[in-house]
């Protein structure tokens, strides 16, 4: 089956770790994008790519960071510098730079205590 | 004023009714605009996507756009429990493909 997984589903950490949060495709898609939502908002993004070894930032980029090694993998990083880390964090990839056909991972749901 | 915004809801109607989901924005470099489903705890799954004003329809589903009032519908007819769900819309802006998400609207459909 072609898709998006995110690993794990609920992950929990002590406030001051940093913790990465896996992103995986095997639809053959360049763009990959990370995105954060919390209750009541719209989707925020935090960091996308169009090509392997190449990203950039998106509005919420401060205390994030990730890497594009591979074309099949964006994984996530959250650093004890984000202030707010708990959150529902989802992964997408589109064809191409088409944005308007992003399909989505099922998220990981981040607690920091 | 927010760039993308929907009335939260919740929208409660009966199995059979005609839902309509309301979503306006305020960029009008806006050219396409899409629809997601969200179901509770999962990703969002794409609905549709329409390019500038006018009506698409997707069996049950149709999408309009009105650019001069930058108003944006859903409509779902013949409503079903598998309805129940959050609907994003979800305009495409013109820099670098990024999307401007809606908090979303939830709904409810009642058997």
């Known amino acids: 089956d072609g898709g998006i997984t995110q690993s794990p589903k609920y992950l929990f950490r002590k406030e001051g770790q940093n913790v990465t949060l896996s992103c995986e495709q095997n639809?053959?898609?360049?763009?990959m994008y990370w995105y954060r939502q919390d209750p009541g908002q719209g989707l925020r993004l935090i960091y996308y790519?169009?090509?392997?070894?190449?990203?950039q930032k998106g509005d919420i980029a401060e205390g994030y960071s990730v890497s594009r090694e591979k074309k099949e993998s964006f994984p996530l990083t959250v650093t004890s510098a984000q202030k707010n880390p708990t959150a529902f964090y989802l992964c997408?990839?589109?064809?191409?730079?088409?944005?308007?056909?992003?399909?989505f991972g099922p998220g990981t749901r981040l607690t920091v205590t | 004023q927010k760039e993308v915004e929907q009335d939260p809801g919740p929208l409660s109607v009966p199995e059979g009714a005609i839902v309509s989901l309301n979503c306006t924005y305020s960029?009008?470099?806006?050219?396409?605009f899409m629809w997601y489903r969200q179901y509770s705890r999962k990703g969002p799954e794409l609905l549709m996507y329409?390019?500038?004003?006018g009506n698409k329809e997707d069996g049950r589903f149709t999408a309009q756009v009105d650019k001069s009032s930058k108003y944006i519908s859903l409509f779902i007819r013949d409503s079903q429990p598998s309805d129940s769900a959050t609907y994003l819309c979800?305009?495409?802006?013109?820099?670098?493909?990024?999307?401007?998400f809606g908090p979303g609207t939830s709904l409810s459909v009642i058997p």
């Open positions: 790519s169009q090509i392997v070894n190449d990203f």
């Open positions: 329409t390019y500038s004003s």
């Open positions: 960029n009008s470099a806006f050219q396409y």
């Open positions: 979800a305009p495409l802006g013109t820099s670098y493909d990024k999307v401007i």
């Open positions: 639809l053959n898609h360049d763009a």
């Open positions: 997408a990839s589109s064809p191409g730079g088409r944005g308007r056909e992003q399909y």
